[in-house]
């Protein structure tokens, strides 16, 4: 039987032109990512956690000129990414087993990356994640509160993702044991077309040491 996440990623190179193109230009995403890029300056080193076509690459290399760096699981997700930021560097990788050097960026950007790994992977992750930060550099993640882990069908995919569910406390107090202040956290309903609601979650943290 595979597993949950080689289903996901299966159907995400599948539907990845519809992915794509629905959250391109998504408002409240454009916002989160153009509030985090005010953290940023022109040149920093941006390493993005499960890039997708590299939508959030994008936004921020518009904002301001960033040496950006990405890795996804997907192979058709990382070409798209590599066509959308031409200038930025792309590998298809398990971001679970990714290794880069300590202290190595200025920016990392999990956006709804963790979503699709079990707990104790992803809070793994940005343990991890947090040490190839600089001091004083920047983490961005979001995530969803508001369901049981389980597959999902969604508006962007006839196949199955696996999706899972995280607390706002629960990532700010993994970020925290790994030396990251929370600077700003917004929420925001995400509204499902059955007329249910998810909330999503934006955080912002700041490596203190």
Known sequence: MKGALQRTIEAYNLNCLHYAAKFADYAPYVEQVQKFSAYLQS?????DLGCGPGNVAK??????????????????MVHLAQQNV????FQVQDLRKAEFD???????????????????????????AATWLK????????????KQPGFEKTSFSEQELYFNYFREEQIKKTLEESNIS????????????DGSATTDVFVFGRKTR
Do not use: T
Request: proline share 3%.
């Open 86 to 89: 031409p200038q930025g560097k």
């Open 102 to 128: 300590a202290a190595s960026f200025d920016a990392i950007v999990l956006s709804f990356s963790i979503v699709h790994l079990r707990e104790a992977e992803a809070l793994a992750v940005l343990k991890k």
């Open 59 to 76: 936004q921020l290399s518009m904002a301001k000129p960033l040496s950006i760096e990405g890795v996804d699981l997907s192979e058709k």
């Open 182 to 193: 929370c600077v700003r956290i917004e929420k925001k309903d995400y509204l499902e077309e």
């Open 135 to 146: 001091r004083d550099g920047y983490i961005y993640v979001s995530f969803m509160e508001g």
């Open 43 to 47: 040149g920093d080193r941006v390493l």
